[in-house]
């Protein structure tokens, strides 16, 4: 803005000099009043060109900075979503680069990445044997180049449009990591008692363990300051990473920022993983990364 109205002043003075000047008047104190009433018609100018800029007097301009944002998305055996999904990510437009790992699908999913990987914005790394979830996670971390690493599934459990609420609180210096929780605000967005308990179970238990005071640790959605996950050493290869990032996070003096998202739930017909023995697992976990 400086620059501009710097520009814009030297403009007005030598516009409106030459006019006043053409015809010079006859006594010397005439010219001396004549000059000074046009660097004073300058000055005016320059001035209200700087209020019509929107530029206050006194006023200085908040800095800003954008973070560059990497989307890690863990894929296995998702033939039928992947295409919709990463469609739906890119018509967000927040992310510089999408990691897709693929943790050894072998329902086609491959073969449908080897086309998605042309993308400009897309990265595709894939496992040589399956791994679980963690560890597809692990790989993806250890690969992005963004200042915020943003988790999203393939399975369209969950809407990418809720992603830019999610990163505010980072891009403003409010927060170093935010969960999306399903819970927060419409705890019966997923219909079946079962699950809905089993979440809360397992979210207690980690808010004893960590003391934070989420409602939804299992979230999909987990938002970090890349500075944050390159100080935690991931282990757990399946779905035990929800609550052992919770728990190293926590370990960190790091205070966890909850939002509301949407979610649309889907059954085991339809593909879902997770199991109950995932979720003694994860209670395991919760002790041991306490």
């Known amino acids: 803005m400086q620059q501009s109205i710097e520009t814009y002043g030297v403009k007005a003075r030598t516009e409106a000099l030459p006019d006043r000047l053409a015809a010079p008047p006859e006594h010397p104190s005439e010219q001396v009043a004549e000059r000074v009433a046009a660097t004073l018609d300058a000055a005016e100018a320059a001035l209200a060109a700087a209020g019509d800029a929107g530029a206050g007097v006194g006023e200085i301009p908040p800095i ?34 999408l990691v897709i790992v693929d943790d050894f699908s072998v329902d086609g999913t491959r073969q449908i990445l080897l086309e998605l990987a042309e993308l400009p914005d897309v990265r595709v790394l894939m496992h040589g044997y399956n791994r679980g979830k963690g560890a597809a996670l692990k790989t993806g971390f250890a690969n992005v180049r963004g200042d915020v690493v943003i988790i999203q599934d393939a399975d369209l459990e969950y809407d990418p449009r809720d992603l830019p609420a999610l990163l505010e609180p980072l891009a403003r210096g409010e927060a170093d990591v935010v969960y999306g929780s399903r819970f927060l605000a ?15 179970l397992l979210t207690a238990a980690s808010n004893l363990a960590t003391g934070q005071r989420l409602t939804d640790m299992e979230t999909c959605y987990k938002a970090f300051r890349r500075s944050v996950l390159e100080r935690i050493d991931l282990e757990q290869q399946r779905f035990g990473f929800e609550p052992e990032i919770t728990g190293k ?42």
């Open 64 to 97: 800003e900075r954008r973070l560059s944002v990497s989307i890690v998305m863990p894929v296995y055996n998702e033939r039928d979503s992947i295409e919709n999904i990463v469609q739906q990510v890119r018509a967000v437009g927040l992310h510089d680069e």
């Open 249 to 290: 996070v926590s370990r960190l003096g790091v205070t966890i920022r909850e939002l509301p998202i949407r979610y649309a739930a889907r059954g085991y017909e339809e593909g879902k993983k997770i199991g109950w023995r995932d979720a003694l697992n994860a209670l395991w976990c919760i002790w041991k990364y306490r």
């Open 186 to 200: 419409h705890p019966q967005q997923d219909p079946s008692r079962l699950h809905r308990f089993g979440n809360w």
